[in-house]
C-alpha cells in the first residue's frame, strides 16, 4: 500500500492547498482554546484533583486534533473508511478496558457537582461510617473511628444510599434504659432527664427525651434520646451515663443503662 491508494493526487489544486492550511490554522486553535476550557470548567468542580482536569483537557485536544486530521485527509481525497474502522476498534477496545475507570470518573463528576458531602462531613456509605478527607476522581475517601482510610469507589456510592451525618441540628444517640422502678417511673423520668440537659455537649434543641419501648410484669425498657453534634457522639454519650447513673444511684433508683442499645433478640420474649 502506497501513499497513492490514499490521496487522490490529481485531484489537489491551490485551493485545496488553502483549505489545508485553514484547516490545519482552525485544528491548532480549536485544540489550544478547547484545552483551556476543558481545563477552566473542571476547575469549577470543588475537590477534583488537578491530575484529572489536566489529562482531560489534554485528551479534549487530542480529540480536536485528530477530528482535523481526518477533515485534512477528506479535503485531499483521502479514503478515510479503514482509518474510522481503526479509531472505532480502538475506542471500543479502550472503553472496555477504562470502563471501570471511566464511571468512577462520571460518578466523580455528578457527586462533587450535586455534592451531597463536603470535605470535614460525617457520612454512612457502603456500611463504612467516617469523615469525609478527600473527593477525587476515583473514590470517596473516609477516616473512620479506628483510624482506617477507606477508599470508596465513587460509583459504588452513587448508587448506594449516602448517610450525610453533619446535620445543622447534629446528630441523635439513644441509650437503652432498664428499671424494675414500676412504681417511681414519673421520678426516674424527671431525675435522668434532669441530669441529661445538663451534660456538656447535649443539646437543647431539640430536647433530649425518654420513651418506652417495652414492658414486662417487673420491668420496664426505655429509650433516653439525646442530641448532640456529628463527631461527639462517644464523648456525649460517656458524659451521660457517667451523669445518669451518679444521679440515678444519689436518688436511690435501681437503672440500668445500655449504650448503644442492643439489638433484639433472635427469640422471642416469653409470653406473659
Not at 473508511?81 to 475507570?101: D, E, K, M, W
Not at 418506652?212 to 417487673?218: K, L
Amino acid at each position: 500500500m502506497n501513499l497513492g491508494s490514499w490521496i487522490d493526487f490529481d485531484a489537489i489544486s491551490g485551493w485545496t492547498i488553502v483549505w489545508l492550511v485553514v484547516t490545519a490554522v482552525a485544528t491548532w486553535l480549536a485544540a489550544r482554546y478547547g484545552r483551556k476550557a476543558v481545563a477552566r470548567l473542571l476547575a469549577r468542580i470543588d475537590g477534583l484533583s488537578t491530575d484529572y482536569s489536566v489529562t482531560a483537557a489534554r485528551l479534549a485536544g487530542y480529540l480536536i486534533v485528530l477530528l482535523g486530521i481526518g477533515i485534512a485527509l477528506t479535503i485531499l481525497g483521502a479514503n478515510v473508511q479503514p482509518l474510522l474502522i481503526l479509531v472505532l476498534i480502538v475506542g471500543v477496545a479502550a472503553f472496555l478496558a477504562l470502563r471501570g475507570v471511566a464511571d468512577n470518573f462520571g460518578a466523580s463528576l455528578i457527586l462533587q457537582t450535586r455534592k451531597p458531602a463536603h470535605i470535614g462531613d460525617l457520612v454512612e456509605s457502603l456500611d463504612y461510617l467516617g469523615t469525609v478527607v478527600e473527593l477525587n476522581g476515583r473514590s470517596v475517601v473516609l477516616r473512620t473511628f479506628d483510624g482506617h482510610i477507606v477508599h470508596l469507589p465513587n460509583g459504588k456510592v452513587l448508587a448506594e444510599p449516602l448517610v450525610n451525618r453533619s446535620s445543622p441540628t447534629g446528630n441523635r444517640s439513644m441509650i437503652e434504659v432498664r428499671t424494675t422502678e414500676l412504681k417511681r417511673v414519673d421520678e426516674l423520668r424527671d431525675v435522668l432527664l434532669g441530669a441529661v440537659r445538663h451534660t456538656n455537649g447535649v443539646r437543647t434543641d431539640p430536647p433530649p427525651d425518654l420513651v418506652w419501648v417495652g414492658s414486662s410484669p417487673d420491668r420496664l425498657v426505655g429509650r433516653l434520646r439525646v442530641w448532640h453534634a456529628p463527631l461527639d457522639d462517644t464523648a456525649v454519650i460517656s458524659a451521660v451515663v457517667l451523669a445518669a447513673s451518679e444521679a440515678l444511684r444519689d436518688a436511690g433508683l435501681a437503672v440500668t443503662l445500655l449504650a448503644p442499645p442492643p439489638p433484639p433478640p433472635f427469640t422471642p420474649p416469653p409470653a406473659l
